[in-house]
């Protein structure tokens, strides 16, 4: 199965509380449904110092986000598009706009 959301893809934010954000696909986990993007979902975190010499400190990290939440961009159109998936010849699947038609 050829999937919607790859690692790398720019995508855009559904809805939420970071509805409209764009960023960069971390990764991908297809198991739970969800993906991390680059600076959307950011979280903070209070760590607390756990051996003697270490510091306690504040973490900013990313939260994932259920694949439903998010829509890619196409690369050619530079607008959020469904994604179509077409066969080539050897039976080579490939990501294709909705909208231009071009392959991603």
């Not at 961009?73 to 959020?80: D, G, Q, S, T, V």
């Not at 909208?99 to 991603?104: D, L, N, S, W, Y």
């Amino acid at each position: 199965m050829l999937s919607r959301i790859k690692k790398n893809d720019s995508v855009i934010v559904l809805s939420g509380k970071d509805k409209g954000k764009q960023g960069l696909v971390i990764s991908v986990d297809q198991k739970s449904g969800s993906a991390l993007v680059k600076d959307v979902s950011v979280v903070t975190q209070h760590v607390k110092a756990r051996k003697a010499g270490e510091k306690s400190r504040i973490v900013k990290e990313e939260r994932p986000i259920l694949l439903c939440k998010i829509m890619p961009i196409c690369p050619a159109c530079k607008n959020p598009c469904r994604v179509q998936v077409r066969f080539h010849e050897g039976a080579e699947k490939a990501r294709m706009c909705s909208r231009c038609k071009g392959t991603f």
